[in-house]
């Protein structure tokens, strides 16, 4: 079958297509023909070579989430699954494939009404971004700020704060005109990449309760700054790279203001908690109360123009590859 695998970490020039043997599930596992492969900010951080530091080695197949019907199980699996439609999560690689294998406890049923593209939108963005908000105890009538919020994730976060609530929705985005959409989504105050207003609104909060961010990066501490009194910032992702080592001198600094950041993976959320979560928001969006924006939709061997769009910060949503 064909896989996509990273042959050396940089730019996407060392992403190649090529023919790996078919998969066979093994004790607890399954086999899924891809329908849907998500494109994660994830991929593109591992791609670049961020967290090779962290176990990460070329060459590797990237991918962590595939939709589609299984087609065999393997030990101690119900043979049941066989035919189902289902999201499933791969690990933090081996998606790029037009069969995938996950264990059968990373699976979850998709409902009728829901698409495998909308499926590995969602999928993994959406549950972040709902533990993200539960993690900094978020509640309603609080002011949140979503920095970087134009990718899946963001877009998750910015609707469940809306709601949720929330008093206020601001989000950090490149361009005025993807504001507007993430407006149309819950947003209510639309900044640049460095928090000031895009369109001088002088209603926009100064701080905030909640900070979640994806983004990461050298300028992370200017918006630690940003922090009301109690306010909490939760980071989901490092899409710009790793923060400066010494960025905690800015909590400090504000000692008496008695902020706080902290990370949340969903690596420690309890798996019922996740899959509970995950069914909800699937039915939410087959319901239509809950969106998944996709970019765009390319065949297996667009990989390497999907992350080419990624890096040049194009992507509004999610790209999805279609085997």
Do not use: C
């Not at 060459?59 to 393997?74: F, K, M, N, W």
């Not at 969903?266 to 939410?284: I, M, S």
């Not at 667009?302 to 509004?316: L, T």
């Amino acid at each position: 079958m064909r896989a996509v695998r990273i042959e050396r970490f940089g730019d996407p020039s060392g992403m190649v297509v090529i023919s790996v043997p078919e998969p066979v599930a093994g004790r607890g596992q399954v086999v899924i023909s891809s329908e849907a492969i998500a494109v994660a900010g994830v991929d593109a951080v591992i791609r670049r070579g961020t967290l090779s530091g962290f176990g990460f080695t070329e060459p590797l197949i990237p991918g962590s989430e595939v939709a589609g019907r299984v087609t065999d199980v393997g030990e101690g699996v119900d043979p049941t699954w066989v035919g189902r439609r289902v999201w499933a999560f791969t690990g933090l690689g081996g998606g790029y494939v037009e069969r995938a294998v996950a264990k059968v406890d990373d699976l979850v049923p998709l409902p009728d009404g829901l698409s495998s593209v909308d499926a590995v939108t969602l999928g993994s963005a959406a549950p972040v971004a709902h533990f993200a908000l539960a993690h900094a105890h978020f509640t309603a009538g609080e002011s949140v700020l979503v920095r970087g919020a134009a990718g899946s994730i963001g877009i998750a976060a910015v609707e469940l704060a809306a709601r949720g609530g929330a008093g206020a929705v601001a989000v950090t985005t490149a361009s005025l005109e993807r504001g507007k959409r993430l407006v149309e989504l819950g947003a209510t105050h639309v900044l640049d990449r460095a928090g000031e207003p895009h369109d001088g609104d002088a209603a926009t909060p100064e701080s905030y309760d909640v900070i979640i961010d994806i983004v990461g990066g050298a300028a992370m501490p200017e918006f630690i700054d940003r922090l009301s009194a109690n306010g909490r910032m939760v980071v989901v992702g490092m899409v710009a790279g790793l923060p400066p080592a010494d960025f905690g001198t800015r909590l400090l600094g504000a000692f008496q203001q008695s902020r706080a950041v902290a990370t949340r993976g969903l690596d420690t959320v309890p798996a019922a908690a996740k899959d509970a979560a995950r069914a909800e928001q699937f039915a939410a969006a087959a319901r239509g109360e809950l969106h998944a924006v996709v970019h765009d939709v390319l065949p297996l061997d667009g990989a390497a123009d999907a992350h080419q769009r990624m890096d040049a910060g194009e992507v509004f949503g999610r790209i999805v590859l279609t085997p």
